[in-house]
T-cell receptor, first 110, second 111 residues
Framework: EAQVTQNPRYLITVTGKKLTVTCSQNMNHEYMSWYRQDPGLGLRQIYY???????DKGDVPEGYKVSRKEKRNFPLILESPSPNQTSLYFC?????????FGPGTRLLVL | SQQGEEDPQALSIQEGENATMNCSYK?????LQWYRQNSGRGLVHLIL?????REKHSGRLRVTLDTSKKSSSLLITASRAADTASYFC???????????FGAGTRLTVKP
């Protein structure tokens, strides 16, 4: 089954404790991206990747890092999480413009 | 910053009625897409309309695009309670490699 998976689905952490949210797709898509969704703000893009080893900032990249060492994986790294990064995060991969979204990761930073 | 802005923010209708949602954007686009999101879940792609298209249909969905007004509308005909969800427009802007989403329209269809 074609899908985008994210782990973990739910995470509670404390300020400053590094964390990684994994994202994997099995559709051989070149384009992958990360979004955060906050009430009233819709989805805002954090980072995107056009292909392996090619990443670029979206609208809200501050406080986040990404890497794209393999085509299928695009992890999101929070080196020092802060409470304002509490949000719902979505990974997506894309083919011909249509984006396929993962199920989301709900993050709470205390 | 957001590119697309949906209108209205919330819409409540009775089952069987039609629902119309609008999206406005600011810059030139390659295409515009509509997505649906059930509460707290991932977005699901509904339909894509290219900048050289004016109207597109998919089942009970009808999308229009007016590039001169930089606006699009999504019409859901004969709505069902299962159509209750949030609907987002997203624009693929020319000379950008990312997509911009609006804040969404929350549709409630009452049985």
């Amino acid at each position: 089954e074609a899908q985008v998976t994210q782990n973990p689905r739910y995470l509670i952490t404390v300020t400053g404790k590094k964390l990684t949210v994994t994202c994997s797709q099995n559709m051989n898509h070149e384009y992958m991206s990360w979004y955060r969704q906050d009430p009233g703000l819709g989805l805002r893009q954090i980072y995107y990747s056009m292909n392996v080893e090619v990443t670029d900032k979206g609208d809200v990249p501050e406080g986040y890092k990404v890497s794209r060492k393999e085509k299928r994986n695009f992890p999101l790294i929070l080196e020092s999480p802060s409470p304002n990064q509490t949000s719902l995060y979505f990974c997506a991969s894309s083919s011909r413009g249509t984006q396929y979204f993962g199920p989301g990761t709900r993050l709470l930073v205390l | 910053s957001q590119q697309g802005e949906e209108d209205p923010q919330a819409l409540s209708i009775q089952e069987g009625e039609n629902a119309t949602m609008n999206c406005s954007y600011k810059t030139s686009i390659n295409n515009l897409q509509w997505y649906r999101q059930n509460s707290g879940r991932g977005l699901v792609h509904l339909i894509l309309i290219r900048s050289n298209e004016r109207e597109k249909h998919s089942g009970r969905l009808r999308v229009t695009l007016d590039t001169s007004k930089k606006s699009s509308s999504l019409l859901i005909t004969a709505s069902r309670a299962a159509d209750t969800a949030s609907y987002f427009c997203a624009t693929d802007e020319i000379q950008r490699n990312d997509m911009r989403f609006g804040a969404g329209t929350r549709l409630t269809v009452k049985p």
